[in-house]
């Protein structure tokens, strides 16, 4: 999940507003709230960066063996990076992990002691999810756009090469100032 800051702004500014507003929660401090809510979805965002990371790694360490098979790049990763999110359990897959993030806000909602609970706390959980859906929807489309920039280049580029990683950042930028996200 490579979320933007300021997508990561909005929907949490969303969450807090739509919680607020419907009354589902009174917050004591609405601030120290929304900073709590940023830190579980950093956190979450942090998770899997740290697993994409080290799966790319340990990839680049034994390369000579995925050479040997004939593996691509990037499948090896993902093999990996599944792996190392299964031990753990970190869900992959987004709405899964979404659903995993909106747990973990239910679960701060019900024992911080700040907060007064009106709504049933799935039923919270599961705004919160709808919410979340539409984070990665939106992450989703660029995502998409970006590639679909890079596979219409005449020179094709291997994904996961340097080259590719450098392009894809530079072109996903791009898409975040054209939609005003940085």
Request: no cysteine.
């Amino acid at each position: 999940m490579k979320i933007p800051a300021r997508l990561v702004e909005r929907i949490v500014n969303n969450i807090e507003k739509e919680l607020i507003e419907k009354h589902y929660i009174e917050a004591e401090n609405e601030e120290e709230f929304r900073n709590k809510l940023f830190e579980i979805i950093n956190n979450a965002i942090q998770e899997e960066k740290e697993i994409e990371e080290e799966a790319e790694r340990l990839v680049e360490q034994h390369m000579h063996l995925i050479e040997e098979e004939d593996i691509r790049y990037r499948t090896a990763v993902l093999k990996v990076k599944e792996k190392l999110a299964e031990e753990r359990n970190i869900h992959l897959d987004p709405e899964e992990r979404m659903n995993q993030i909106a747990h973990r806000i239910k679960k701060y909602i019900e024992t911080d002691d700040s907060i007064e609970i009106f709504e049933h706390p799935n039923k919270i959980r599961r705004k919160v999810f709808e919410m979340l859906k539409q984070l990665v929807k939106e992450e989703k489309e660029i995502d998409r756009e970006v590639r679909q920039r890079i596979k219409s280049y005449s020179k094709k580029i291997i994904e996961g090469t340097p080259e590719w990683r450098i392009l894809y950042n530079r072109i996903y930028e791009d898409a975040l100032k054209r939609r005003g996200l940085l």
